[in-house]
């Protein structure tokens, strides 16, 4: 992985709040940044907004969708960009890894038009000469025998192949920024680990700053430089990926770590009680509090700020008694 270094953030998210139809509010307060060749995991359960935090970088919220705070790249406002611009950035600047490879592909497309029209859409490679660069781009992301599957159709892949495809359509518009949305999660699990490791490995080759969605803490922890864990809309813990395990601060993230299963012990995963809840669902104090063990009047009542705490933000009022007195660590190594 790539050490992050003390350059201006990349991608640089700030007090964004996402509110849908019917005062439904989907992110609260999100904060964090990226910088050059750095990546960061959001991790949490589903309908923490992760993959929303990526919609909103990209400008493609649900219709009525309503937004404040900023998202800037390289240090220009994404949310007041005009169309021209707007179309500039996604095409030349920040590319999407899909979470379902088959639901993105265009089934009556041959894999060679596919990846030759980005060339030719995104860096604008003579139609001639794109089709002899995507069989490099194919062979980058583990494809052999590129040739042969330029002209085969989506539904001739596996799904393991499809998604190095897609991966290899990102790479090949050039991009300073991936956005991969849950990369792994329609394959098993053998092939979940190769596509991690092909996309590891091009990120670090061509110093791209990523932003990984997923549910899978260890997987953020192998292949990111941060984690940034989420829960109703917000994060609650953000933190190096390094050795998280051991140094959670958060109850949620305490409780992720406890309810993985754990190879080679007899212990069995713990589950969290309760059940997850929307930003819209959760009360005036912290959004955690109906599902934690070590919830006290204030945090009903106050909502904790996201705040240093050693290397790590943590949104917990208890955060420093908790730490001196080791309750979480017990459980979580």
């Known amino acids: 992985m790539n050490a992050p270094t003390a350059e201006q953030p990349l991608l640089d998210i700030s007090g964004l709040r996402i509110d849908l139809t019917g005062k439904r509010t989907v992110l609260h307060d999100v904060s964090y940044a990226v910088r050059p060749g750095e990546s960061l995991g959001l991790v ?7 993959s929303m935090s ?12 309503r937004t404040t705070g900023d998202v800037t790249f390289d240090g220009r406002s994404v949310t007041a ?17 899909p979470q379902d490879p088959r639901a993105a592909a265009n089934p009556v497309r041959t894999v060679g038009d596919f990846l030759t029209e980005v060339l030719v859409r995104t860096r604008g490679v003579p139609r001639a000469q794109a089709a002899d660069r995507v069989v490099g781009h194919l062979a980058d ?8 599957r330029l002209r085969q159709h989506p539904h001739q892949l596996s799904g393991g192949l499809l ?7 990102a ?28 996309l590891d490995e091009q990120r670090r080759r061509h110093q791209l700053a990523m932003v990984l969605v997923t549910h899978d803490l260890d997987l953020a922890a192998a292949v990111t430089d941060r984690i940034a864990v989420m829960y109703a809309g917000t994060i609650v813990e953000l933190a190096p990926s390094k050795g998280l395990h051991r140094t959670a601060q958060h109850p949620y993230t305490a409780g992720l770590l406890r309810s993985r299963p754990a190879i080679g012990t007899r212990s069995r995963p713990v589950s969290l009680p309760g059940r997850p809840v929307s930003a819209f669902e959760a009360g005036p104090g912290c959004v955690f509090a109906d599902r934690c063990a070590f919830t006290e009047e204030r945090c009903r009542t106050e909502r904790p700020r996201l705040e240093a705490h ?3 933000l943590v949104a917990c009022h ?16």
């Not at 005009?82 to 179309?87: D, I, Q």
């Not at 992301?141 to 042969?148: A, L, R, S, T």
């Not at 208890?318 to 190594?333: D, K, M, P, Y």
């Open 81 to 97: 960009m005009n169309p021209r611009e707007l179309r500039a950035f996604r095409s030349g600047q920040v590319a999407m890894i």
């Open 310 to 312: 050693g290397s790590h």
């Open 54 to 65: 990526l919609k909103a970088v990209l400008r493609v919220l649900p219709t009525g969708a």
């Open 44 to 50: 949490g359960e589903s309908g923490s907004g992760k």
């Open 141 to 148: 992301v583990g494809i052999p025998d590129g040739e042969q």
């Open 171 to 198: 790479l090949a518009a050039g991009p300073r920024l991936l956005l991969a949305d849950e990369p792994t999660t329609a394959l098993d699990v053998t092939t979940q680990q190769e596509v991690m490791a092909i």
């Open 163 to 169: 998604q190095r495809v897609m991966i290899a359509a």
């Open 318 to 333: 208890r955060v420093a008694e908790l730490a001196a007195a080791g309750t979480l660590l017990e459980t979580t190594s």
